[in-house]
């Protein structure tokens, strides 16, 4: 027995989970990527931004300071250097080429300089910006020349900087939690809403599986649950036909079983009393009689049987047949036949034809067709047999069938007026139909020329087909004609 991978247990919840609260979980996922993007977005957005605007000013601050003259001081008559003006808020260095940094003023953590602003003072690179520290203090520090050797140095503190994006952070967090938090709301509400047709048919379709009770189910718009419940419609619809056929079945199953099951029992209570000390005395004569109607009692029984169970079979055609030769199943169904109505004479002109097909099934089929012929046809009778280019017609020259019952004589156990004294189950026919269903063909009853009942079966194939191995004879030869006499 192999053991469940670590997965299955996540899919078993996951899959256990209602439809409504996947679908909030899903909605929820989905705003929420999408506000964490945007905030993401927004965030570098407005970070790039403000360090732009800051480099643009401390260059522009920087460039303007060198190139301001000295301002002489009256009271002393010392010079004033011009970046001295702009140290109000920023730190001011001066780097000379040889490395020495001088700061004017003494702070406990400067900003740390190093190479970018020393290849300024010796006058490999025009100018630098970058971003360093000085202890816990980001600064964001521009180098221009300044003079011969040396350079000029502007830091300005990132932390203004850094309160607004932190406060900007903490503002769309608040806000995307928000929108999270009103985004699953509205996930589940709709969800709830949407999904309400939904549980409708459900609750529909359990109320039919508890109760049995196939009642349609209401259809309303041209939605997409409005085509499931009209899919609902038609399997209802479907097994209700089923169920109602089923039920036909079993009752008209059940009545003819009825009279010969009644029958044999008489029978067989008659020749147990006789057997019994002190019964009656049959003749031999009246013996014999009684266990030949039982003999035939059991055949029509098996018979009846053997129909019913042909009919239950309700599974299509398989889908790798063989190819069937149409006019050796006519002769052999004729051999068949004529055992059974040895008075009858068969009038047999068969062509070639192939189909595709079951041999048994289109043998048995043939088979009714003939009986059917035979049984209506009077004492010395004759029966037409035709096959022509797949249509095969048996002729007899009974009574015929009335018109208003030529459509009906191909249901289950549908017998007419004149037939109910007549031995047989009212099987045979459907069994024709539901062959030539199987087999993509049609059954049509009509009248003959002689007056008596025309039975047709028509099959799709070809009058030329290479048969795999059959005694058959070869493909595509000549019509045959034959009467054969009983």
Excluded: C
């Amino acid at each position: 027995m192999s053991t469940p991978s670590p997965v299955e247990p996540s899919r078993r919840w996951r899959y256990r989970r209602s439809l409504a609260s996947r679908v909030t979980l899903l909605t929820t996922m989905a705003v929420g990527l999408t506000v964490a993007f945007l905030a993401a977005g927004a965030y570098v957005t407005v970070r790039m931004q403000l360090q732009s605007t800051l480099d643009d000013t401390l260059y522009e601050r920087a460039y303007q300071t060198t190139e301001a003259p000295t301002i002489l001081n009256q009271r002393t008559g010392d010079q004033v250097p011009a970046w001295a003006l702009v140290a109000t808020d920023l730190r001011i260095a001066l780097v000379y080429q040889d490395g020495t940094v001088y700061r004017p003023e003494q702070l406990d953590d400067p900003p740390t300089l190093g190479n970018p602003e020393l290849d300024v003072a010796q006058g490999d690179t025009e100018s630098s910006i970058r971003t360093v520290l000085g202890g816990p203090v980001a600064y964001r520090v521009v180098t221009v020349p300044y003079g011969d050797g040396q350079a000029l140095v502007i830091a300005q503190s990132l932390e203004s900087q850094q309160r607004v994006l932190t406060k900007l952070g903490i503002v769309m967090l608040i806000f995307g939690l928000l929108g999270v938090a009103a985004a699953g709301a509205a996930g589940f509400g709709v969800a709830r809403n949407g999904l309400r047709p939904v549980r409708r048919l459900t609750s529909s379709v359990e109320h039919i599986a508890r109760t049995e009770d196939l009642t349609p189910l209401p259809v309303e718009g041209d939605d997409e649950i409005a085509r499931l419940a009209t899919a609902f419609n038609a399997m209802l619809t479907a097994l209700s036909a089923s169920r109602d056929r089923q039920r036909q079945l079993v009752a008209d199953a059940g009545h003819e079983l009825r009279t010969p099951l009644t029958s044999l029992r008489t029978n067989v209570d008659l020749l147990t009393q006789a057997s019994a000390p002190g019964g009656p005395d049959l003749p031999p004569e009246a013996r014999a009689e009684l266990l030949e109607d039982i003999r035939a009692q059991i055949e029509e029984l098996t018979t009846l049987i053997g129909d019913l169970m042909e009919l239950s079979r309700d599974e299509p055609l398989a889908p790798v047949v063989e190819p069937v030769d149409l006019t050796e199943i006519v002769d052999h169904a004729v051999t068949r036949v004529r055992l059974r109505a040895p008075s009858a004479t068969f009038d047999v002109d068969a062509g070639a034809w192939w189909v595709e097909g079951d041999a048994n099934a289109l043998e048995r089929a043939v088979t009714n067709l003939l009986d059917n012929a035979a049984k209506w046809s009077p004492p010395d009778g004759t029966v037409t047999v035709r096959l022509s280019a797949g249509l095969l017609t048996v002729d007899d020259e009974g009574p015929g069938i009335a018109e208003a019952d030529r459509p009906h004589v191909f249901d289950r156990f549908w017998r007419s007026d004149e037939s109910r004294t007549m031995p047989g189950s009212g099987l045979g026919l459907s069994i024709v139909r539901q062959v030539a269903d199987r087999h993509s063909g049609t059954v049509s009853a009509a009248a003959s020329p002689a007056g008596g009942a025309r039975l047709s079966l028509w099959l799709p194939g070809s009058p030329v087909v290479v048969p795999r191995a059959t005694p058959a004879g070869p493909a595509g030869a000549p019509a045959t004609r034959e009467v054969v006499h009983g």
